[in-house]
């Protein structure tokens, strides 16, 4: 570059107040990122770190947000868990006084006043199920429904909670008893496995049979051993009708049906033999209710009942009878129920039979096994439950035990959406965290290395301006060659 003086132009001075310009927008550069804390402070800072940044707190932005609203989702469903654990405690306390009412020693007076605890139990039920609510939302009266909680930070990242269970008593208690309940008894029997009548003198394979449920309406069948019954002695002893997917138990039509008295007998007088030596057995009548004296049908509560009755040779070619206790039937009540000797045994009046009658459910008669069997496999709902009568409180147990079964379904599925509300909420704060770590990083002033700029700006802009002012006072120097 050239050395000469000029008056017109100075090169140099431009050169100078140039680079001056350069040292002072580092100078406010460095100034603004010190005093902002931020290395980006605009947009021609760093285009693509702005960009960057800014998408990164927009995910901050909906991640904390996504916590926020796990939070709260997990405050509505301690909400509901509160409510249920109390519907939980009204419904136990009603099965303890369905279990009183069975205790044997009620008066049926005893018995209507337990009702009334059963009443305000199931006003208590209601209570609860309409009362709980969160912020104005009722959470068990099933109008809540699906709560979708957003948790992330895009579109679709939502949990799903599912409040759409009504728990009033109305709702809770029908459907199917649950699996391996006892629903009835039948006992006093003297069957052989294939469920005809023992007529050995032995003892029967089948001396009762335990009726249980299956869980999905209809039943299992099991000896006195807890040992299965087979296919063939049920289908020879019930016929099965189902209505609505709820199964019914009848007894099977026929001369085969080996628990109907008419049958027994039968079977026994064909069994019968002059010859037997004493005690021999020929069969059992069982499922039958009659008067020790009179041999008739007795009404219920009749002291010392006979409820089955063995024949036995008596070892002079004839028969003696014995009750279930292997008490001798007194002269009245053998003549009240038999007549004929011998192979030519039969009823004067046909005992009606206990277990139940031939024909659909409609026709089972009331108080007897099958009927009780019936009825506490349809359990109705906890709001319609009665504890004043036997069935009623054996059916209360059954309806009971499935609103129990429902309610516990219900807190194990809010339980698990709790479990995954603080997973979540913890996951979205850690994820929340990494990316403000990021972004601090793109964003956020170096501090030592703003500090290093600033001192070198403050020297360049010094010597900028020392210089300027030398570059000025340049072409004063040309009117020293015109003296």
Same mark, same amino acid.
């Given at each position: 570059?050239?050395?000469?003086?000029?008056?017109?132009?100075?090169?140099?001075?431009?050169?100078?107040?140039?680079?001056?310009?350069?040292?002072?927008?580092?100078?406010?550069?460095?100034?603004?990122?010190?005093?902002?804390?931020?290395?980006?402070?605009?947009?021609?800072?760093?285009?693509?770190?702005?960009?960057?940044?800014?998408?990164?707190?927009?995910?901050?932005?909906?991640?904390?947000?996504?916590?926020?609203?796990?939070?709260?989702?997990?405050?509505?469903?301690?909400?509901?868990?509160?409510?249920?654990?109390?519907?939980?405690?009204?419904?136990?306390?009603?099965?303890?006084?369905?279990?009183?009412?069975?205790?044997?020693?009620?008066?049926?007076?005893?018995?209507?006043?337990?009702?009334?605890?059963?009443?305000?139990?199931?006003?208590?039920?209601?209570?609860?199920?309409?009362?709980?609510?969160?912020?104005?939302?009722?959470?068990?009266?099933?109008?809540?429904?699906?709560?979708?909680?957003?948790?992330?930070?895009?579109?679709?990242?939502?949990?799903?909670?599912?409040?759409?269970?009504?728990?009033?008593?109305?709702?809770?208690?029908?459907?199917?008893?649950?699996?391996?309940?006892?629903?009835?008894?039948?006992?006093?029997?003297?069957?052989?496995?294939?469920?005809?009548?023992?007529?050995?003198?032995?003892?029967?394979?089948?001396?009762?049979?335990?009726?249980?449920?299956?869980?999905?309406?209809?039943?299992?069948?099991?000896?006195?051993?807890?040992?299965?019954?087979?296919?063939?002695?049920?289908?020879?002893?019930?016929?099965?009708?189902?209505?609505?997917?709820?199964?019914?138990?009848?007894?099977?039509?026929?001369?085969?049906?080996?628990?109907?008295? !008419?049958?027994?007998?039968?079977? #026994?007088? %064909?069994?019968?033999? @002059?010859? =037997? &030596?004493?005690?021999?057995?020929?069969? *059992? /009548?069982?499922?039958?209710?009659?008067?020790?004296?009179?041999?008739?049908?007795?009404?219920?509560?009749?002291?010392?009942?006979?409820?089955?009755?063995?024949?036995?040779?008596?070892?002079?070619?004839?028969?003696?009878?014995?009750?279930?206790?292997?008490?001798?039937?007194?002269?009245?009540?053998?003549?009240?129920?038999?007549?004929?000797?011998?192979?030519?045994?039969?009823?004067?009046?046909?005992?009606?039979?206990?277990?139940?009658?031939?024909?659909?459910?409609?026709?089972?008669?009331?108080?007897?096994?099958?009927?009780?069997?019936?009825?506490?496999?349809?359990?109705?709902?906890?709001?319609?439950?009665?504890?004043?009568?036997? !069935?009623?409180?054996?059916?209360? #147990?059954? %309806?009971?035990?499935? @609103?129990? =079964? &429902?309610?516990?379904?219900?807190?194990? *599925? /809010?339980?698990?959406?709790?479990?995954?509300?603080?997973?979540?909420?913890?996951?979205?704060?850690?994820?929340?965290?990494?990316?403000?770590?990021?972004?601090?990083?793109?964003?956020?002033?170096?501090?030592?290395?703003?500090?290093?700029?600033?001192?070198?700006?403050?020297?360049?802009?010094?010597?900028?301006?020392?210089?300027?002012?030398?570059?000025?006072?340049?072409?004063?120097?040309?009117?020293?060659?015109?003296?």
């Amino acid at each position: 570059m050239s050395s000469s003086l000029f008056i017109a132009s100075n090169n140099n001075s431009l050169i100078a107040q140039q680079n001056l310009n350069a040292s002072g927008n580092l100078l406010q550069q460095s100034i603004t990122r010190l005093s902002s804390g931020k290395r980006i402070n605009s947009a021609a800072d760093d285009p693509a770190g702005l960009a960057i940044s800014q998408t990164m707190q927009t995910q901050i932005a909906g991640l904390n947000q996504g916590v926020q609203n796990a939070n709260n989702a997990t405050s509505v469903v301690q909400t509901a868990g509160t409510g249920l654990a109390q519907i939980v405690t009204a419904l136990q306390t009603i099965r303890s006084i369905a279990n009183n009412a069975l205790g044997g020693t009620l008066s049926p007076s005893n018995q209507a006043a337990l009702q009334q605890g059963v009443a305000e139990q199931i006003a208590e039920v209601n209570r609860i199920a309409s009362q709980t609510t969160f912020n104005g939302v009722s959470l068990l009266a099933g109008s809540a429904g699906i709560l979708n909680i957003q948790v992330g930070a895009n579109v679709g990242q939502s949990v799903a909670v599912d409040l759409s269970q009504g728990l009033s008593a109305g709702s809770l208690g029908g459907g199917f008893v649950q699996t391996g309940n006892t629903l009835g008894t039948i006992s006093g029997l003297n069957l052989n496995a294939d469920g005809s009548e023992n007529t050995s003198g032995a003892q029967g394979a089948i001396q009762t049979i335990n009726v249980l449920s299956n869980g999905t309406g209809g039943f299992t069948f099991t000896d006195q051993n807890n040992q299965a019954i087979s296919s063939a002695a049920t289908a020879a002893l019930f016929t099965i009708t189902t209505t609505n997917g709820i199964e019914s138990l009848s007894l099977t039509s026929g001369t085969a049906n080996a628990i109907s008295p !008419a049958n027994e007998l039968t079977a #026994i007088d %064909t069994a019968f033999s @002059a010859t =037997a &030596t004493t005690g021999t057995v020929f069969g *059992t /009548i069982s499922g039958i209710n009659v008067d020790p004296t009179t041999g008739k049908d007795a009404v219920q509560g009749t002291p010392n009942a006979i409820t089955s009755v063995t024949v036995e040779a008596d070892g002079k070619g004839g028969v003696q009878f014995v009750d279930q206790h292997g008490n001798q039937l007194s002269t009245g009540a053998a003549a009240g129920l038999f007549s004929g000797a011998g192979g030519g045994l039969s009823f004067v009046t046909a005992p009606t039979s206990t277990i139940g009658a031939v024909g659909t459910t409609a026709q089972q008669p009331t108080g007897t096994v099958l009927a009780s069997i019936n009825s506490n496999n349809a359990p109705t709902s906890v709001a319609a439950v009665n504890v004043s009568t036997v !069935a009623g409180a054996n059916l209360t #147990i059954e %309806t009971i035990d499935n @609103a129990l =079964a &429902t309610v516990a379904n219900i807190q194990a *599925t /809010i339980g698990a959406a709790q479990q995954r509300m603080q997973a979540i909420s913890q996951a979205q704060q850690n994820e929340s965290t990494n990316l403000s770590t990021a972004s601090a990083q793109i964003t956020n002033a170096d501090f030592a290395a703003e500090t290093a700029n600033l001192s070198e700006a403050q020297v360049l802009q010094q010597a900028g301006i020392s210089v300027l002012a030398q570059a000025n006072a340049q072409p004063q120097q040309v009117l020293k060659l015109l003296q």
